[in-house]
């Protein structure tokens, strides 16, 4: 069963603490991404990665951080500098086949501060 | 600097009727405009999609209108459901693999 799984469902982090967010896709797709979602804003490009051991900054990177070491994880972590991490996060893998590009979204991370 | 407008926030429609959601991008360069639906609490899926070479785009009860030269682009469902009641939004890209810049969200409610 193919897709993208993210965990936990839900995370809390207290003041002061970094949190990590998991991600794994098994479309065996290069480029992954993480958003974060907040009501009323869509959803903003934190950072990406074309291709393994590679990403690049995205709109709002400030106060989170990631690795891509291996294709099918691409992990990220909220450190205690970003100072409103409530949100809503997605990560998505992209597929290219012709003119179509379809990102695949994962279920979410909902992250709630203590 | 928003780059894709999305609009309205919020819409209702009365079962069978049509839904339309719009959207205004300012980068000429964008070549690629999907639109995704997300239901509460799930990821966004890819609905339907169109590529400036075409001016219009149908799948089903799904229509993308595309006008290049006012850089609008608009979802319209026809006889909308209940079960249609979703978060739309569209986006923009541009080169292959570009970044996906998106629009605010539109939340659909379809009344029975």
């Known amino acids: 069963d193919g897709g993208i799984t993210q965990s936990p469902k839900y995370l809390f982090r207290k003041e002061g603490q970094n949190v990590t967010l998991s991600c794994e896709q098994n479309?065996?797709?290069?480029?992954m991404y993480w958003y974060r979602q907040d009501p009323g804003q869509g959803l903003r490009l934190i950072y990406y990665?074309?291709?393994?051991?590679?990403?690049q900054k995205g709109d709002i990177a400030e106060g989170y951080s990631v690795s891509r070491e291996k294709k099918e994880s691409f992990p990220l972590t909220v450190t205690s500098a970003q100072k409103n991490p409530t949100a809503f996060y997605l990560c998505?893998?992209?597929?290219?086949?012709?003119?179509?590009?379809?990102?695949?979204f994962g279920p979410g991370t909902r992250l709630l501060v203590l | 600097q928003q780059q894709v407008k999305q609009s309205p926030q919020s819409l209702i429609v009365q079962k069978g009727g049509i839904s339309i959601i719009n959207c205004a991008y300012e980068?000429?360069?964008?070549?690629?405009f999907p639109w995704y639906q997300q239901f509460p609490g799930k990821g966004p899926a890819l609905l339907i999609a169109?590529?400036?070479?075409?001016s219009e785009k149908k799948e089903g009860r799904f229509t993308i209108s595309f006008n290049k030269s006012a850089k609008q682009f608009s979802l319209h469902i026809m006889d909308s459901q209940p079960g249609d009641s979703a978060t739309y939004f569209c986006?923009?890209?541009?080169?292959?693999?570009?970044?996906?810049?998106f629009g605010q969200g539109t939340e659909l409610s379809v009344k029975p």
């Open positions: 998505a893998s992209r597929e290219t086949r012709g003119p179509q590009e379809t990102q695949y």
């Open positions: 479309l065996n797709h290069d480029a």
């Open positions: 990665s074309q291709i393994v051991n590679d990403f």
């Open positions: 980068n000429t360069a964008f070549d690629y």
């Open positions: 169109i590529r400036p070479d075409v």
């Open positions: 986006a923009a890209s541009k080169d292959q693999g570009g970044k996906l810049i």
